[in-house]
């Protein structure tokens, strides 16, 4: 059944016109997308039962793969699934822009709190560098380092200092994501901030801190006073 199939008080996008998008419903904004549903169900009921099974939670929708969506959901092909994963990420990338427009990194908790939009989503490590300019403004946005698995990532420092360089900073910082939730660091985020430690005093760079995020807290190697 298409969404025109409905009544008119039923439909979502004539309701966002006249009532405006707060009034509409996650799954009617989801319908809106999608335009359709299938033989059983119409575009509101087949994303009510999407929601569902993530348990109301836009965070754990936007965790779903084009591969979940459509093998799981009759109606949801891959230009549907698509859209639907396009809004996620749209999502995700305004609440990213709020936070850039706090350009001074002062603090441990001003690395996390821009780093949080970009990495609380994630069902893999990533790693950023994050460069700095004398004035503690950034230089450029977060540039992503390295992708891993669920328990990690490697990150080449060779490629961290030649980012630096490029961007003439004064300064950098490393931030990564434990998916698991623990903050706790590894042997090998030991590792990694000993050896970009150490580059950095070679070329003559600050090194800030290096933060792991996890969503709710982080754990930072200059307040544990290890940089």
Do not use: W
């Not at 549903?37 to 119409?42: D, S």
């Not at 939009?117 to 300019?133: C, I, N, T």
Request: net charge neutral; with cysteine.
């Amino acid at each position: 059944m298409n969404i025109k199939d409905l009544p008119l008080d039923e439909r979502p996008r004539e309701r966002l016109m006249e009532q405006g998008a707060a009034a509409l419903s996650p799954a009617e904004l989801l319908a809106i997308l999608i335009g359709s549903g299938n033989t059983e169900e119409t575009a509101v009921q087949l994303m009510q039962r999407l929601l569902a099974d993530c348990g109301g939670s836009l965070k754990a929708l936007s965790r779903l793969s084009l591969a979940d969506l459509t093998k799981n959901y009759k109606g949801l092909g891959p230009a549907k699934a698509v859209s639907i994963l396009a809004a996620c990420e749209l999502g995700k990338r305004r609440l990213m822009e709020a936070a850039e427009e706090k350009r001074y990194i002062k603090s441990s908790a001003d690395l996390y709190q821009l780093m949080l939009p970009l990495m609380r989503d994630l069902g893999h490590e990533e790693s950023y560098a994050l460069y700095l300019r004398a004035d503690n403004s950034l230089a450029g946005r977060p540039f992503l380092i390295s992708k891993g698995g669920i328990t990690s990532t490697q990150v080449d420092v060779r490629l961290v200092i030649r980012e630096a360089l490029i961007r003439q900073a004064s300064s950098l910082a490393l931030a990564h994501n434990h998916p698991s939730g623990s903050k706790r660091p590894s042997r090998d985020d030991d590792a990694l901030t000993e050896h970009l430690l150490r580059a950095c005093k070679v070329m003559n760079l600050k090194f800030l801190d290096h933060i792991i995020v996890t969503d709710g807290d982080y754990y930072s190697y200059k307040e544990e006073g290890k940089v």
